[in-house]
């Protein structure tokens, strides 16, 4: 089994900054595409990054320019460096891994979510 722990939401202001961090443990062999998705009340969720195990990076263009993923394949974890944040970034953000794990069995995961808050 493998699990997820998100970290770093809260509540900031408009233009202000947060890092948001998820960390995996378990059962793992090696980890591919890792990410971050959000979910705003009354709305779907939706893909903010992603990022290959090999460092290639995906964005949605509504955080383009301002929010930055990056990983630590050591530590098993991947990291949202989110600047100049705006009311529209409130939501619940959820952390994805897709996990080999040690009996070379691929599944998908996800954290159990952190609340970022802008305020305006």
């Known amino acids: 089994q493998v699990q997820l722990v998100e970290s770093g939401g809260g509540l900031v202001q408009a233009g202000e900054s947060l890092r948001l961090s998820c960390a995996a443990s378990?059962?793992?062999?090696?980890?591919?595409?890792m990410g971050w998705y959000r979910q705003a009340p009354g709305k779907q969720r939706e893909l903010v990054a992603d990022i290959s195990s090999g460092g290639s990076t995906n964005y949605a263009d509504s955080v383009k320019g301002r929010f930055t993923i990056s990983r630590s394949n050591a530590k098993n974890t991947v990291y949202l460096q989110m600047n100049s944040l705006k009311p529209e970034d409130t939501a619940i953000y959820y952390c994805?891994?897709?996990?080999?794990?040690?009996?070379?069995?691929?599944?998908?995961?996800w954290g159990q979510g952190t609340q970022v808050t802008v305020s305006s």
């Open positions: 994805n891994a897709d996990v080999w794990d040690k009996g070379l069995t691929r599944r998908n995961y």
């Open positions: 378990g059962s793992i062999f090696s980890i591919e595409t």
